[in-house]
């Protein structure tokens, strides 16, 4: 269900709207839409921002990687136990404090993250498949 929000606006901010959204492509309304649900999600975790890429907008640490990242770098942990954490944090240079915001996030959006892990991992196997087919055409 959808329902319908008319909100008032100052010329400023309404300029700064309107040039982000022909830099987007989105319209007004679909763009507002986007970076109120960020906002939201935001406030709703602390140390969570969102940024933009070729592949869309995504969430990452503060400061840090994107959140697919560090859930993909706990997926391969040993079963997700404290020193698994540990050993994440001082691989990755990442605080319990990011660690724990990441983990957080994926808790409440796990379909989300979930997918961008996918996308990613379908990315890598497309390009390793590209290699190994450039190999073979230079005989190696």
Request: hydrophobic share 35%; charged share 30%.
């Amino acid at each position: 269900m959808s329902r319908h929000l008319s909100v008032r606006v100052g010329d400023g901010l309404f300029e700064q709207l309107e040039a982000q959204s022909r830099r987007s492509g989105q319209s007004r309304s679909a763009l507002a839409k986007q970076l109120l649900e960020e906002g939201l999600r935001m406030e709703q975790h602390p140390g969570i921002v969102f940024r933009s890429g070729p592949g869309g907008r995504r969430a990452g640490l503060m400061g840090g990687p994107d959140v697919w990242e560090v859930v993909g770098a706990l997926s391969g942990a040993d079963g997700g136990d404290s020193d698994s954490l540990a050993d994440i944090g001082e691989r990755t240079g990442l605080t319990a404090d990011q660690i724990g915001a990441a983990l957080r996030y994926y808790a409440d959006y796990t379909d989300e993250i979930s997918n961008w892990i996918r996308r990613i991992e379908e990315e890598a196997e497309r390009a390793e498949a590209r290699w190994r087919r450039e190999q073979a055409l230079l005989g190696r």
